[in-house]
């Protein structure tokens, strides 16, 4: 079965730090790129940043810019987000989602069951 | 940046109706478009890509349309199942959602 599997979210203090994981099965997970999507409590979904499955491109919403970085381990099968200098506004689920394809790899045909942020002092 | 607009905002439906929801983008996106059916407290879930092309196991009544700024998702004939929040996403450039379309009951 194809899936993906968030973990590492929790409680962080304004101006912290958290790195999430989403570990993938099913797939073959180099060849995808993978993307996080995240969705603050009563809004929409916003897309947060995606990693390419071939050329290590890695792409970012402004909002996350220069705070947030994409990795992925291709020998776990295991994407990351590291959050840095966190806000409130950071404060949402975030969801690790699959492509259909590579690069830049088109819409999100698989999604994970989202770990919540929260950013509160 | 492309920005997507969704109408309506909120859509009330009986069981048995026909319900169109339309985004439209900012600039073309050709048909570089999906849309995702989202319930309370699930992860989204594909619905439609590529503008048109229906994902494997997704219901024949729902479709899409249209290609450039304007697009279109339509339930033929809307089931109990089908009362959730409705996202368009294109991914033309970068990747972005419009604003969400509530489906509720009437």
């Known amino acids: 079965e194809v899936q993906v599997l968030e973990s590492g979210g929790g409680l962080v203090q304004p101006g912290g730090s958290l790195r999430l994981s989403c570990a993938a099965s099913?797939?073959?997970?180099?060849?995808?790129?993978m993307s996080w999507v995240r969705q603050a409590p009563g809004k929409g979904l916003e897309w947060v940043s995606t990693f390419s499955g071939s050329g290590g491109s890695t792409y970012y919403a402004d909002s996350v810019k220069g705070r947030f970085t994409i990795s992925r381990d291709n020998s776990k099968n295991t994407l990351y987000l590291q959050m840095h200098s966190l806000r409130a506004e950071d404060t949402a689920v975030y969801y690790c989602?699959?492509?259909?394809?590579?690069?830049?790899?088109?819409?999100?045909?698989?999604w994970g069951q989202g770990t919540m942020v929260t950013v509160s002092s | 940046d492309i920005q997507m607009t969704q109408s309506p905002s909120t859509l009330s439906a009986s069981v048995g109706d026909r319900v169109t929801i339309t985004c439209r983008a900012s600039?073309?996106?050709?048909?570089?478009l999906a849309w995702y059916q989202q319930k309370p407290g699930k992860a989204p879930k594909v619905l439609i890509y590529k503008a048109s092309s229906l994902e494997s196991g997704v219901p024949s009544r729902f479709s899409g349309s249209g290609s450039g700024t304007e697009f279109t998702l339509t339930i033929s004939s809307l089931q109990p199942d089908d009362f959730a929040t409705y996202y368009c996403?294109?991914?033309?450039?970068?990747?972005?959602f419009g604003q969400g379309t509530k489906v509720e009951i009437k």
């Open positions: 996403q294109q991914y033309n450039s970068y990747w972005t």
């Open positions: 989602a699959k492509n259909y394809g590579s690069d830049p790899g088109g819409a999100f045909d698989i």
């Open positions: 099913g797939f073959t997970f180099s060849s995808y790129a």
């Open positions: 600039q073309s996106i050709s048909s570089w």
